[in-house]
């Protein structure tokens, strides 16, 4: 309780930024979420009753407009992936600044998938269980074909568009990429595959 008052009371300070509802769990969240209609929602990762992963994934089926970000204490790598996976646009540790946490909300809001750089080497193995190797940074052939679009400006929604997919898969694939690149954000992923020519047309 005192976390999430604090971060209202933090996220109510920034500019163009409104808290229109808080919740105590992830039943909570879905009712808010249905009452209010907002456009990012920040999910905790464990909470009693139904938990984060769980209210994501619901929240994202049902409300799919609706952009969440994961908050947690720890970046444990099967949780990270299970919440990507839900749905959730990011990933960011409570101890987030302010500013990194206006940022990220603006981000997630306009399409783009955040995972915040203290995270990056603790969830490394999150989209793959197999041990750590060059083989790992290799991306799949979808993988590859997202990279591309992604290099090319799409948002998520163009991207699963374009290739025939969910938006959560589309998402999910970003948020792979991102982790097995080793960047932070979108930007930096496609700043990369030009500089290494890690896509190519022969990937559509």
């Not at 992936?81 to 839900?86: E, I, V």
């Not at 540790?93 to 302010?98: C, E, G, I, L, R």
């Not at 197999?130 to 992604?150: K, Y």
């Amino acid at each position: 309780m005192v976390v999430r008052a604090g971060l209202a009371q933090v996220i109510g300070s920034v500019p163009g930024l409104v808290v229109v509802a808080e919740a105590e769990n992830g039943e909570e969240a879905l009712f808010q979420c249905q009452r209010h209609r907002p456009d990012v929602v920040l999910m905790d990762v464990r909470m009693q009753g139904m938990g984060g992963i769980a209210a994501t994934e619901a929240m994202c089926k049902y409300h799919p407009n609706v952009a969440v970000i994961a908050l947690s204490s720890f970046a444990d790598p099967p949780t990270v992936a299970r919440m990507l996976a839900a749905g959730a646009r990011g990933f960011l540790p409570k101890s987030v600044s302010a500013t990194d946490l206006s940022v990220a909300i603006r981000k997630v809001h306009d399409g783009e998938t955040v995972v915040d750089p203290g995270c990056l080497p603790q969830v490394a193995t999150a989209f793959d269980p197999t041990t750590p190797g060059e083989d790992d940074l290799e991306l799949s052939a979808q993988q590859r074909r997202v990279l591309a679009l992604l290099s090319k400006g799409y948002t998520n929604p163009e991207i699963a568009k374009y290739l025939g997919i969910s938006m959560p898969t589309a998402r999910y694939h970003v948020s792979a990429i991102l982790v097995k690149l080793g960047v932070s954000n979108r930007a930096e992923a496609a700043a990369m595959a030009i500089r290494n020519r890690l896509v190519s047309n022969s990937d559509f």
